[in-house]
């Protein structure tokens, strides 16, 4: 064994050990039981006193200061671009923490803070959800299947994956998924035989689609799906070809709200990880999503526009709307996400598309449009926007596009909007894309 390798293991050991810190793992997994079994009013009075101490955190910021010992209803909601103009002024003191970025179907991309325990809490959060949906051993062998960068997206011969921690996982890429690669796919998932699989439902569609197209199929026992809504083609294509129980997961990169559905119509909010409100929307039977983090010291978000609606039942009253707020009811779908994507000439869904303005810290909000084989990038510059900053965008779209696609930047005062007043993340213009990438 190489000292390349070596090391490799080693820091797949750590990775470990932090994620499942044996001091706090435990602990929260004991908690999630606890909060999904005692009676909803002990539960309310629990995450009553959570958020006082998560108010306490939030008012040690320069931002939360001003709201220092007030109650929730007066703090002012806010939304991401809020917050990543004035990310400094929601930072605590807290320490150890991790750095995540997300750039999410807005655009806008945002650095985040992450104190440990945040960081153990979302795992076990997972690693819970995936047991539920039958996992026995979540450190057995998995797959992913998400916006990861393996090869160029204008090279077409395998292999189109890479193994990752450890050898457990088999890491393969969105972006080379069509009719020609679909049969190398298969031969990799089936060599490698994943207990679960974690992926983007448009990437895990594509997949699926083409793989049944070839009258291929093969055993994942469960796979989750993240980042996109998952629509009910999707869980009905990957159930069939993978003989799959499919679980959805809403959540997001700021842990301010965490919601699965073990099957279709019905998603619930994991009781305890955030608190959550809903509060009605002008569509009718739609509420808005706002969330507040219980668990992170490091950058505590107080009521956090998701941007997100989920739809309740039509006769929802106060009393069930609590209980979902809660995480003890059902609410039937989460609306306005959808899969942001790119199709290429040759037939493949482009994933990842988010990620270009990655690293980029001088864009204020981008859209992607797609015209044909011509992909543009809008961008809303900031003051220090320059030429490094332009060939940065360039090159990061570049490990996401093939050479069969035209790439441009454009920069702009302000993005299109739909007649709603929305602003979406990818626009597809000319042939019906969808017609074409199912017409397998």
């Known amino acids: 064994m190489d000292l390349a390798s070596d090391r490799i293991k080693g820091l797949t050991r750590i990775n470990r050990l932090i994620r499942r810190n044996p001091m706090l793992y435990g602990r929260i997994g004991r908690l999630l039981e606890h909060w999904e079994s005692v009676p909803i009013e002990q539960l309310a009075s629990e995450m009553a006193q959570r958020l006082e101490h998560s108010l306490e955190w939030a008012a040690h910021s ?126 990799a998932l089936v060599q490698h035989s994943p207990d679960y699989m974690i992926a983007y439902p448009t990437s895990l569609e594509s997949l699926a689609g083409h793989l049944r197209a070839q009258g291929l199929s093969l055993d994942i026992p469960v796979i989750l799906t993240q980042a996109e809504v998952l629509s009910d083609y999707c869980r009905e294509l990957a159930t069939e070809v993978f003989r799959a129980a499919v679980v959805d997961e809403y959540g997001h990169a700021e842990r301010v709200v965490k919601a699965n559905s073990f099957a279709p119509h019905a998603y619930r909010f994991v009781p305890g990880y955030s608190f959550i409100e809903l509060i009605p929307s002008a569509a009718n039977g739609l509420w808005e999503v706002i969330g507040t983090g219980l668990f992170n010291r490091a950058m505590p978000l107080v009521r956090y526009r998701t941007g997100d609606l989920v739809e309740l039942p039509a006769d929802a009253d106060e009393s069930y709307v609590r209980a979902v707020e809660l995480g003890r009811a059902d609410f039937v779908r989460v609306c306005g996400r959808s899969g942001d994507y790119l199709l290429s000439p040759e037939g493949v869904r482009l994933m990842g ?50 050479n069969s696609m035209d790439v441009r930047i454009e920069l702009v005062d302000m993005l299109e909007r739909t007649t709603a007043g929305k602003t979406p993340y990818v626009i597809r213009r000319g042939p019906d894309d969808q017609r074409k990438d199912r017409g397998l």
């Open 62 to 187: 320069v931002s939360g200061r001003p709201y220092a010992r007030r109650a929730l209803s007066e703090w002012p909601i806010v939304d991401k671009d809020e917050i990543r103009q004035r990310s400094c002024a929601r930072l605590t003191s807290a320490w150890p923490y991790a750095v995540g970025q997300t750039s999410g179907t807005s655009g806008m991309p945002l650095s985040v803070r992450r104190s440990v325990y945040s960081v153990v809490f979302e795992c076990a959060v997972i690693d819970r959800t995936l047991r539920k949906a039958g996992v026995a051993d979540v450190g057995s062998a998995y797959a992913v299947l998400r916006g990861d960068n393996i090869q160029s997206p204008s090279e077409f011969e395998p292999p189109f994956w890479k193994m990752s921690d450890g050898g457990r996982a088999l890491v393969m890429s969105s972006n080379h998924i069509c009719a020609r690669t679909a049969g190398e796919y298969h031969r």
């Open 353 to 402: 598309i988010d990620h270009i303005p990655r690293g980029v810290s001088s864009v204020i909000q981008s859209q992607v449009v797609q015209d044909g084989h011509s992909v543009t990038f809008r961008i809303v510059p900031a003051a220090s926007f320059s030429e490094v900053d332009l060939e940065t965008l360039l090159q990061n779209a570049r490990k996401k596009l093939p």
